[in-house]
Every structure is written in C-alpha cells, then in structure tokens.
Nanobody
Framework: QVQLVESGGGLVQAGDSLRLTCAAS????????MGWFRQAPGKERECVSA????????YYTNSVKGRFTISRDNAKNTVYLQMNSLKPEDTAVYYC????????????????????WGRGTQVTVSS
C-alpha cells in the first residue's frame, strides 16, 4: 500500500511556472506506475500526464504537451510535474495517483486504472 501527498500548488499568473511534487510513503515505490490528473469545477477529471515505473514511457494530454514535464525519482519516492507557461485553463485541483504493476514500461491513462490517490493540490492561474 502507498500513501500519496501532493504539494506545490498555488496562485500564479499566466505564463508562470509551478512544480508539483507527489511524495509517496510505503514500500516499493518503484513498483508503481504514476499519474497526474486534474479536475476543474464543472468538468470531468482528466489525465494530464503519466509515467511508467522505469520513467521510460510517458504520456501528456494534448493541451499540456510542450509545457508540462513529468518525472520521477524512485530513490526519493517522488514524482514531479513541472508546469511551464501556465494558462488560465490549467486551473484545477491536481491529483497524484499510483498503480502497482509488474510492467516496467506500461503507463495508465484512466482514473479507474489507479488504486491510490492523493488529496490534491489547487493550481489557480490568473489571466
């Protein structure tokens, strides 16, 4: 079992950057594929980015490609989401999610694929 705690959210202006951090407690973090999801008011939750266990396979939703970068440090039990050139439409609560998998290379895009979730961190981008 793993527990996830997100941090790094805040209120920024359009064009600014933030780095979200998801710290995982528990054992064998390197056995988990990880994902970042977001949910804006009145909208469905969407997968923003995902990363495989070995970090070799990543995914980005089209709206963040070229602006966001996901990474992980298995030695620190941490996954990051670097968000650059933020836009007002990036405003949402951002959630970290984990799924244990025997595959080192699979990443997962659906919320139902994940077993563990953090409580979220608010990102607000003003225009």
């Amino acid at each position: 079992q793993v527990q996830l705690v997100e941090s790094g959210g805040g209120l920024v202006q359009a064009g600014d950057s933030l780095r979200l951090t998801c710290a995982a407690s528990g054992r064998a973090f390197n056995m988990y594929a990880m994902g970042w999801f977001r949910q804006a008011p009145g909208k469905e939750r969407e997968c923003v980015s995902a990363i495989s266990r070995n970090a070799g396979n990543t995914y980005y939703t089209n709206s963040v490609k070229g602006r966001f970068t996901i990474s992980r440090d298995n030695a620190k039990n941490t996954v990051y989401l670097q968000m650059n050139s933020l836009k007002p439409e990036d405003t949402a609560v951002y959630y970290c999610a984990a799924r244990a998998t025997p595959s080192e290379t699979n990443r997962f895009l659906r919320g139902n694929d994940y077993n563990y979730w953090g409580r979220g961190t608010q990102v607000t981008v003003s225009s």
